[in-house]
């Protein structure tokens, strides 16, 4: 076991994951991404620039990737929002990459402390068009590293941007982790589509352009259909205890981590408490939360998130109506307490 | 039979688009040329732009990239970082090279980074439909200046090469016409010097064309050419603003 910054491990985990390119702007709280990341790809033969901007330091992560190359980028909140033109075009052109975002409060400015917030502009999409982005939420440091290999190795395997979605205060802790060897995975396709030149032979053109309408939709039902692809193959979650559970909390990132507490007091209430931790935001695990609602111990399902209600919809959408469903928010930086929870549980169980 | 002129094996069989007097099928032509006889085609990876130049990867027989308006030269750095020893390029209009993207072509030059901009000045955003560019001359009207660009109002057109000449990156940067046989011919071999001086690692390499813009300006081709030669030209002066190779390296 090594104890580890989320920040530092992030950057560590990428090179392992064989990430070997890094643009990026700084901004707190991620700072420490940027700058392990000057320290150490010069190390193993990589390239960390720093950019002049966000809007610069995606669209260098678009030319990177269209060579082919591992590459990441990292923000947060009001970064990211600028990143969003470049993760658009990411999307159309179909070049894989990895994003990064340790989010604080907003909006605007806002505050540098922990939030969920950019829950919406993560799995909606907060570029332009019919696109979309997978979106990998950690809880710990030791799941943060474990995820960066796969947030790889599914950008190349679907030729999409993926998402590290995580609260400020997970970049920010310290915690032991186990560094496990993380190869890409073996079955990845080939990138005979990157532009490295023609060579004698065919050009590549990397591109999100198609002027004829009827291409363009064309192009939008391929991307829809891969998309389905993602939605059938790429659902993540973790449970605890949901099984003939007779409260559900659905907590993502840390949230999840003071359910647990939340739960241990319940469950001292005699109240049996299970937590759903959505892992993939987008894909939303829709049909396995519905599964968990649908039981018949399921009294009601109750969200908790640093925002003021943006998981909430999704969570809604999954129960559909088939259980009451309470909502604890808190927003702006601040972090809820678990009796905060236990109390909207018993609220929301009319007790 | 002798060939005296045949199309460049750097250009695809495809028609341009563009419309009758525009000169971007000159600079297409120019830089397919200087592929060709650099030998570089099949190394090179281009930037395109948004605007009319948009499908010059339909033109250019290279392998391209798509920017976003204005990023060209990002996405021509994130090429360059990881294929160091190819040649790369970004072919920008003045809207996008100018407004949108001054930022990111500012910061490649200070980076020096070894690439080479093609930047087609024509006073005018072409394909959203004749609005003001930053490089608009003072009195020129255009549909988002309907009474002319004044200067207490919106300011005077910038000088692209002038001020990036100023920065230590910059290797290259020269401001030729596509007006006539004569200044064609110099753009081409200002092109083929600023690729010449990227292979050879020199820094960040710029060569500004002006262009015409006839349906825009709303004359017709030839009176284009004169309209460049008599506005264009007193304003932004041809010659060559930074060469790093000659004694003094800077005009």
């Known amino acids: 076991m090594e104890l580890w910054k989320g920040n530092e491990a992030i950057g560590e985990a990428a090179i392992k994951a064989g990430c070997r390119f890094f643009f990026g702007y700084p901004i707190t709280p991620q700072n420490e991404v940027p700058e392990y990341m000057a320290m150490r790809l010069p190390q193993v033969g990589g390239c960390f620039l720093q950019s002049e901007s966000e809007l610069a330091a995606i669209n260098m992560v678009y030319g990177a990737a269209g060579c082919g190359a591992r590459v990441m980028t990292s923000s947060s909140s009001p970064g990211v929002s600028l990143k969003q033109e470049g993760i658009t075009y990411l999307a159309g052109a179909e070049l894989p990459a990895v994003i990064v975002n340790v989010m604080r409060g907003g909006p605007g400015l806002g505050t540098i402390q922990p939030a969920q917030a950019d829950y919406y502009q993560a799995t909606r999409g907060g570029g332009n068009g019919d696109y979309r982005t997978l979106v990998l939420a950690p809880a710990n440091i030791q799941e943060t590293v474990d995820l960066m290999g796969d947030a790889f190795d599914i950008a190349d395997r679907y030729r999409n941007p993926v998402m590290m979605l995580l609260d400020g205060m997970i970049g920010q802790m310290m915690e032991p982790i186990e560094w496990h060897e993380r190869k890409p995975a073996e079955d990845l396709p080939a990138k005979d589509w990157a532009s490295t030149g023609s060579k004698g032979g065919k050009t590549h053109v990397i591109n999100s352009l198609y002027i004829d309408p009827a291409l363009c939709e064309e192009n939008n039902r391929r991307l829809e259909a891969k998309y389905k692809l993602m939605r059938e193959h790429e659902v993540r979650y973790a449970t605890v205890d949901t099984e003939g559970a007779e409260v559900v909390l659905v907590a993502f990132g840390t949230p999840s981590r003071i359910a647990l507490a939340a739960k241990a007091i319940l469950e001292k209430k005699g109240i049996k408490t299970g937590l759903f931790r959505p892992i993939t935001l987008w894909p939303f695990p829709e049909k396995q939360l519905h599964e968990v609602a649908e039981q018949e111990s399921v009294k009601a399902v109750v969200t908790v998130e640093l925002s003021m209600g943006q998981m909430h919809d999704d969570v809604r959408l999954a129960v559909n109506g088939v259980k009451p469903v309470g909502f604890l928010g808190r927003s702006g930086g601040m972090v809820p307490e678990p009796m905060e929870i236990v109390d909207t549980v018993l609220k929301t169980l009319g007790r | ?251």
């Not at chain 2, 460049?8 to 069989?13: I, K």
């Not at chain 2, 002038?162 to 940067?173: C, D, H, K």
């Not at chain 2, 200044?183 to 060569?207: D, E, M, S, W």
């Not at chain 2, 064309?209 to 030839?222: A, F």
């Open chain 2, 1 to 251: 039979m002798t060939v005296v002129y045949k199309r460049s094996e750097g250009l695809t069989p495809k028609p341009t688009h563009f419309c009758p007097g525009c000169t971007h099928g000159i600079a297409h032509r120019l830089v397919a040329e200087v592929l060709e006889e650099l030998g570089i085609i099949d190394t090179t990876i281009g930037v395109c732009p948004v605007g009319c130049a948009v499908f010059l990867y339909d033109y250019l027989r290279c392998d391209m990239q798509e920017a976003a308006h204005g990023r060209a030269p990002a996405v021509a750095t994130g090429i360059k970082r990881v294929l160091p020893d190819h040649p790369v390029f970004t072919y920008q209009g003045d809207g996008d090279l100018a407004s949108i993207g001054m930022g990111e072509v500012v910061h490649a030059a200070m980076r020096g980074e070894k690439i080479t901009v093609i930047f087609i000045n024509n006073a005018i955003y072409g394909m959203t439909g004749g609005q003001m560019a930053p490089t608009t001359l003072v009195g020129q009207k255009t549909t988002t200046s309907p009474y002319g660009r004044d200067a207490d109002h919106c300011g005077k057109p910038i000088r692209i090469v002038e001020m990036l000449s100023t920065i230590e990156g910059v290797a290259y940067a020269e401001r030729c016409a596509l007006t006539d046989v004569q200044n064609v011919n110099k753009a081409k071999r200002a092109i083929k010097k600023a690729f010449t001086l990227q292979q050879q690692g020199a820094g960040f390499t710029i060569v500004e064309l002006l262009s015409t813009c006839p349906t825009n300006w709303g004359l017709t081709p030839l009176r284009a050419v004169d309209w460049l030669k008599e506005n264009m030209i007193p304003y932004f002066p041809l010659g060559v603003y930074k060469d790093i190779t000659t004694e003094g390296g800077a005009k």
